[in-house]
Antibody, heavy 121, light 106 residues
Framework: QVQLQESGPGLVKPSETLSLTCTVSGGSISSYYWSWIRQPPGKGLEWIGYIHYSGSTNSSPSLRSRVTISVDTSKKQFSLKLRSVTADDTAVYYC???????????????WGQGTMVTVSS | DIQMTQSPSSLSASIGDRVTITCRASQSISSHLNWYQQKPGKAPNLLIY???SLQSGVPSRFSGSGSGTDFTLTISSLQPEDFATYYC????????FGQGTRLEIK
């Protein structure tokens, strides 16, 4: 079955760029939309953005100016870059895939385990 | 953005209780509503999609209903493994989640 695994630094300095990669295993990266979702400690879930395997993207209006999402289909990976981070960006970051092919936001039935990123000097 | 408001924010209940959690959208989202369960330190788990469809592998004691702006998640008979936080999520437009409902043991 399809599995997702996030990877990247667990500590980022304020004003720098957070960079994470999600690797897809056990299935194809094609045909689906792939999302990034985050959860600050003790708080709720926030959608960051998605990328389609074709390369089209969309992101949350509140983060759009700082977010870049890219895909490397040959490596079956997609990546998140979040610029100019502050302590408010400290969170567990998840990558996720919806259950339905071709829809960006239907129920996410596949999630990575999540990776904690702390923004601190 | 469409705002999703869950109630209550927290809830205490006993094993065997019937529990209902409500999610209200700030505008009509038809049936584009999903429910998740999240346990500490784990990723969310999809329970219900398109308001009332049970995700494969999810026990039948979970059910969802509603359309338009008002939705409910019902657990018919609480089991020990059901104590967790529950989130609704709308997929009608730019994705947003409710703030969560924490279900605790009474």
């Amino acid at each position: 079955q399809v599995q997702l695994q996030e990877s990247g630094p667990g500590l980022v300095k304020p004003s720098e760029t957070l960079s994470l990669t999600c690797t897809v295993s056990g299935g194809s990266i094609s045909s689906y939309y792939w999302s990034w979702i985050r959860q600050p400690p003790g708080k709720g879930l926030e959608w960051i953005g998605y990328i389609h395997y074709s390369g089209s993207t969309n992101s949350s209006p509140s983060l759009r100016s700082r977010v870049t999402i890219s895909v490397d289909t040959s490596k079956k990976q997609f990546s998140l870059k979040l610029r100019s981070v502050t302590a408010d960006d400290t969170a567990v970051y998840y990558c996720a895939r919806p259950a339905t092919v071709g829809t960006p936001w239907d129920g996410f039935n596949i999630w990575g385990q999540g990776t904690m990123v702390t923004v601190s000097s | 953005d469409i705002q999703m408001t869950q109630s209550p924010s927290s809830l205490s209940a006993s094993i065997g209780d019937r529990v209902t959690i409500t999610c209200r959208a700030s505008q009509s989202i038809s049936s584009h509503l999903n429910w998740y369960q999240q346990k500490p330190g784990k990723a969310p788990n999809l329970l219900i999609y398109t308001a009332s469809s049970l995700q494969s592998g999810v026990p039948s004691r979970f059910s969802g209903s509603g359309s338009g702006t008002d939705f409910t998640l019902t657990i018919s008979s609480l089991q020990p493994e059901d104590f967790a936080t529950y989130y609704c999520q709308q997929s009608y437009s730019t994705l947003t989640f409710g703030q969560g409902t924490r279900l605790e043991i009474k």
